[in-house]
C-alpha cells in the first residue's frame, strides 16, 4: 500500500532562515507526489507536485521541493521563510490510478521573526 | 472564480442525533472528494465521485454514513446516528479529471463536534 511519512510533527525556523520540511514515501511503481498547506481555519491549498521529470519541482510562494527516489524522499524547501509561511503542511501520495490522495500527518511549520 | 464551498461551517450536536453537510464544488470540476481530518492528523479519504457515480467509497462507514452527487454538482454527506468519534472536519474537494495527478481544490471544511 502507498504511503508518506513526515517524520516531523514542528519545524520551528527564523524568519529570513531556510526551511525544510521532511516526507518520505512508500509506493510500488512511480510516485505521484504532492504538498498542500493549510492556513488555519482554512482549507488545504495546492503548493506542488512531482510528477516526471526534473527532480527539483518549483511551486507556488518560492517553495520547492526535490525528489529523491534513492532515498524516497521528497522534502519540501523554500530559501527564505517568512512569518506568513507558518502553517500546516501535507505531503501526500496518489494511490495508484486511483485518483485518490493518501497524506501525512502533517509537519506544523513555525517561523519567528 | 468561487472555489469550493461547504456548509455549514461548524456544527454542534449530541450524539446519536443526525447531521448533513453540503458541498458545492467548483464549476466545471467533475470529480468530488469527501475526506474526514481529526486532529492532528492528515485528511482520509471518505468517498470519491466522478460526475454522479461514486468510483471509490471503500472508505465510507456505510452503517452510519451515506453520500449523494444526484446531478454530478452539489454532493451531501450526511451521518446518521453521530457518535462522539465523530468529531472532525469534513473536508470536500473538486479536481478536473479523474485521474488526481493534477490539482485538487479544498473548501473551507465543515467543523463538527458531537457531545
Known amino acids: 500500500a502507498q504511503s508518506v511519512a513526515q517524520p516531523e510533527d514542528q519545524v520551528n525556523v527564523a524568519e529570513g532562515n531556510p526551511l525544510t520540511v521532511k516526507c518520505t514515501y512508500s509506493?510500488?511503481?512511480?510516485?505521484?507526489l504532492f504538498w498542500y498547506v493549510q492556513y488555519p481555519n482554512r482549507g488545504l491549498q495546492f503548493l506542488l507536485k512531482y510528477i516526471t521529470g526534473d527532480n527539483l519541482v518549483k511551486g507556488s510562494y518560492g517553495f520547492e521541493a526535490e525528489f529523491n527516489k534513492s532515498q524516497t524522499s521528497f522534502h519540501l524547501k523554500k530559501p527564505s521563510a517568512l512569518v506568513s509561511d507558518s502553517a500546516l503542511y501535507f505531503c501526500a501520495v496518489e494511490e495508484g490510478s486511483q485518483g485518490n490522495l493518501i497524506f501525512g500527518k502533517g509537519t506544523k511549520l513555525s517561523v519567528k521573526p | 472564480e468561487a472555489g469550493v464551498v461547504q456548509s455549514p461551517r461548524y456544527k454542534i450536536i449530541e450524539k446519536k442525533q443526525p447531521v448533513a453537510f453540503w458541498c458545492n464544488p467548483i464549476s466545471g470540476h467533475n470529480t468530488l472528494y469527501w475526506y474526514l481530518q481529526n486532529l492532528g492528523q492528515g485528511p482520509e479519504l471518505l468517498i470519491r465521485?466522478?460526475?454522479?457515480?461514486?468510483?471509490?467509497d471503500s472508505q465510507l462507514p456505510k452503517d452510519r454514513f451515506s453520500a449523494e452527487r444526484l446531478k454530478g454538482v452539489d454532493s451531501t454527506l450526511k451521518i446518521q446516528p453521530a457518535e462522539l468519534g465523530d468529531s472532525a472536519v469534513y473536508l470536500c474537494?473538486?479536481?478536473?479529471?479523474?485521474?488526481?495527478?493534477?490539482?485538487?481544490?479544498f473548501g473551507e471544511g465543515s467543523r463538527l463536534t458531537v457531545l
Open positions: 465521485y466522478e460526475n454522479e457515480e461514486a468510483v471509490d
Open positions: 509506493v510500488s511503481g512511480n510516485p505521484y
Open positions: 474537494a473538486s479536481s478536473t479529471g479523474t485521474s488526481v495527478s493534477g490539482e485538487l481544490f
